[in-house]
């Protein structure tokens, strides 16, 4: 089983500045299959990256996946109200089962 | 339009049985990989159980011989039958669809609003 360690547990920032989150891998993960997910209070998680780097539909451009076999990070180059959520990563590669980080919280400073 | 709605949970007794429901709209369950997916309360993401569009299915360890996923294709939805229920079984039961049912499409493209499941005496 792949274990995905996701760093910082919290990140306090205000709107308009840059936040980086970390998603770690135990292995390497299987041709970049990485997602990313955003979670509000109350509410189902909504997919926001996949493959590592590709933005589903109707994701704003500010948020930027990168990175391959063990270390991949979701960027929001600037944050809006909008944005202070929780987020997870994802594998979905190779054989179940299909390991979540710890999620990284990102709360208004 | 894609969507799944969940149905089927509430409280059980520990050690008790439950069924949950996923009703697709839009799209074919056995054209999907279909994930159920958990959340304790105050606690992270778990995968818990899938079943590839071709049939085979996955269970986490720690459902493992206890929870059985299938699907129905006339009704066009996906279950998710749990017995010997325990506490630590306690979570909101998401089911999640795949974009498509190729390698590269097997991300959670729709998630469902969930049904709480709570295991006490």
């Excluded at chain 2, 993401?45 to 049939?55: P, R």
């Excluded at chain 2, 979570?91 to 959670?108: K, L, P, V």
Aim: aromatic share 12%.
């Amino acid at each position: 089983e792949i274990v995905l360690t996701q760093s910082p547990g919290t990140l306090s920032l205000t709107p308009g500045e840059r936040a980086t989150l970390s998603c770690r891998a135990s292995q390497s993960v299987t041709s970049r299959s990485l997602a990313w997910y955003q979670q509000k209070p109350g509410q189902a998680p909504r997919l926001l990256i996949y493959a590592a780097s590709s933005r589903t539909t109707g994701i704003p451009d500010r948020f930027t996946g990168s990175g391959s076999g063990t270390d991949f990070t979701l960027t929001i180059s600037r944050l809006e109200p909008e944005d202070f959520a929780v987020y997870y990563c994802q594998q979905y590669g190779g054989t179940p089962p299909w390991t979540f980080g710890q999620g990284t919280k990102v709360e208004i400073k | 339009e894609v969507q799944v709605v969940e149905t089927g949970g509430g409280l059980i007794q520990p050690g008790g049985s439950l069924r949950l429901s996923c009703v697709a709209s839009g799209f074919i369950v056995n054209r999907k990989y279909m994930n159920w997916v958990r959340q304790a309360p105050g606690k992270g993401l778990e995968w818990v159980s899938n079943i590839y569009a071709g049939g085979d299915t996955y269970y986490a360890d720690s459902v493992k011989g206890r929870f059985t996923i299938s699907r129905d294709t006339s009704r066009n939805t996906l279950y998710l039958q749990m017995n010997s229920l325990r506490a630590e079984d306690t979570a909101i039961y998401y089911c999640a669809s795949s974009r498509g049912e190729t390698y590269d499409e097997r991300f959670f493209d729709s998630w469902g609003q969930g049904t709480l499941v709570t295991v006490s005496s």
